[in-house]
């Protein structure tokens, strides 16, 4: 007969080698998979626009040479390693502003420089609206946006940057 505490001995044996197989497994997927940590972001306010999911959708494996990185957040995208690129689909729909307005590819973007060097980009005149941060010390700012344009377009345009010569004040009537 086997005294009990060498049953128990085997046992703990069999369970520590099951686990050893299962950490080494583990690692080998990982490792196997060459898959690196998600991409920290918050989703936006409308990210749940469906609109939203039609861009996500459309967007390219790779954005000025940058390989797409997953990220952790809903709508949203990344590119680089280290991060380039950052997307995010659903934000608050711009209105009139004095920021520059770009168009790239046919589509507005309210450009905001107050980080530079690196920009977010917000597209006008879209509902719901589109995000992009870029370092332009890794990636051409215009050569990015042309990379999401046939995505960003999947969100019709509504209306569009008018530059100051567009616009037509009334003219000033002489008071009574």
């Excluded at 680089?80 to 502003?97: E, F, I, K, M």
Aim: net charge negative; hydrophobic share 40%.
């Amino acid at each position: 007969m086997t005294p009990p505490f060498t049953h128990s001995h085997r046992a703990r044996a069999r369970h520590s080698a099951r686990a050893a197989a299962a950490l080494l497994l583990t690692v080998a997927a990982v490792l196997l998979s060459g898959c690196s940590a998600a991409v920290p972001m918050q989703p936006a306010a409308d990210a749940v626009n469906p609109d939203c999911a039609t861009v996500i959708v459309h967007l390219p494996v790779s954005v000025a040479d940058q390989p797409e990185r997953e990220t952790n957040a809903q709508a949203t995208g990344a590119w680089g390693d280290p991060t380039a690129v950052l997307l995010t689909c659903g934000v608050a729909v711009p209105g009139p502003t004095t920021l520059p307005c770009v168009n790239i590819n046919g589509i507005d973007w309210i450009e905001d420089d107050s980080e530079a060097p690196k920009y977010r980009y917000t597209t006008y005149g879209r509902d719901p609206a589109t995000e992009v941060y870029i370092d332009s010390e890794l990636v051409s700012g215009s050569t990015t946006l042309v990379d999401l344009a046939n995505a960003v377009a999947n969100v019709p345009a509504t209306s569009q940057c008018l530059d100051a010569d567009d616009v037509t004040l009334p003219s000033a009537t002489p008071a009574p």
